[in-house]
């Protein structure tokens, strides 16, 4: 069965600084992956996704993540974070590009120092 | 904006009783897929619905039903409702040429 870890239950990061979220997932074939980001009281917003090609894949808001299969992961990156950027983060993974019958990781909530 | 509305926006019913959460999706979106995302979890799909018909489901039991309407619309109904279907419920759409999905806002269900 596929499954996504988030290890990272909250993280704090200063306004300006980089941010690296970790996703691990567990999936028989080739996975697609995928970043959502969610808002209090909104759903869940699509930031990047991958399926295959170019294991870094750039994403909105200036977010990228770089596919590792030998570590099985997906990590979410920043160069430099917004106070905007404060939200709850999910890694997902699907079976097919479309974000099929997504399993999702627990989150990471993100808060953000001024 | 996503284009996907679901609606109420917050209800609270009692253990047993039964509730109808509703979606509406874009023009042309013939998919849409049902989420449970419990308070502090990430989302756990319930099931997918493509052209009124069910064509996949999560570990979710049989009292947890679905429809799809012609018009992209769609219910997600609960029966016997237990303390533990208190969540934010989360419908998705996709469809046309990009086949991009779209989560509404959600339905945020207290049971007591």
């Known amino acids: 069965a596929q499954s996504v870890t988030q290890p990272d239950i909250h993280i704090t990061v200063s306004e300006g600084a980089s941010l690296e979220l970790r996703c691990n997932y567990s999936y028989g074939a080739t996975p697609y992956l995928f970043w959502y980001v969610q808002s209090p009281g909104q759903g869940l917003q699509l930031l990047l996704k991958?399926?295959?090609?170019?294991?870094l894949v750039q994403g909105i808001k200036g977010f990228e993540a770089e596919f590792k299969r030998s570590q099985s992961s997906f990590n979410l990156r920043k160069p430099s974070v917004h106070w905007s950027d404060a939200a709850e983060y999910f890694c997902a993974v699907g079976d097919n590009n479309a974000g099929n019958m997504l399993t999702f990781g627990g989150g990471t909530r993100l808060m953000v120092k001024p | 904006e996503t284009g996907v509305t679901q609606s109420p926006t917050h209800l609270i019913k009692t253990r047993g009783q039964q509730v109808t959460l509703r979606c509406s999706s874009q023009s042309g979106h013939n998919t849409v897929s049902w989420y449970q995302q419990a308070l502090g979890q990430g989302p756990q799909f319930i099931f997918q619905?493509?052209?009124?018909?069910?064509?996949g489901r999560g570990n979710f039991p049989p009292r947890f039903s679905g429809l799809q309407f012609p018009n992209y619309s769609s219910e997600l109904n609960v029966n016997a409702l237990e303390l533990d279907d208190s969540a934010l419920y989360l419908c998705?759409?996709?469809?046309?040429?990009?086949?991009?999905?779209?989560f509404g806002p959600g339905t945020r269900l207290t049971v007591l």
């Open positions: 619905y493509y052209r009124e018909e069910e064509n």
């Open positions: 998705a759409s996709r469809g046309g040429l990009a086949d991009t999905q779209y």
């Open positions: 991958y399926f295959s090609g170019d294991t």
